[in-house]
């Protein structure tokens, strides 16, 4: 089964920035969908961004406009654009991937996202 490994992680202040990536251990073939979901002490995981393999994404009401999500193809790899970030944005940030007609995901281990005021 294919792993994710997630990069990228760590401390930024308000109104900063930060970039997630998470890349495949082989190459992906196919249309699948990536994305990213996030999860705060105490609050159910809850979906970030995705995008598609035809580029085509969609995101958040709390993010969008903040985060961008992108995806390298030939790597098999989704990033994570994340500015004007805030504090409520700090959270664990976990990277997916499934094919686009099953609801099965492969997660990745998370990667910790801290936002000081």
């Known amino acids: 089964q294919v792993q994710l490994m997630e990069s990228g992680g760590g401390l930024a202040q308000a109104g900063g920035s930060l970039r997630l990536s998470c890349a495949t251990s082989e190459r992906i073939f196919g249309s699948t969908i990536m994305g990213w979901y996030r999860q705060a002490p105490g609050n159910q995981r809850e979906k970030v961004a995705s995008?598609?393999?035809?580029?085509?994404?969609d995101y958040a009401d709390s993010v969008e406009g903040r985060f961008t999500i992108t995806r390298d193809n030939a790597k098999s790899t989704v990033y994570l654009q994340m500015d004007s970030l805030k504090p409520e944005d700090t959270a664990v940030y976990y990277c997916?991937?499934?094919?686009?007609?099953?609801?099965?995901?492969?997660w990745g281990q998370g990667t910790q996202v801290t936002v000081s005021s």
């Open positions: 997916y991937i499934r094919e686009w007609n099953r609801a099965t995901k492969v």
């Open positions: 995008i598609t393999s035809g580029g085509i994404s």
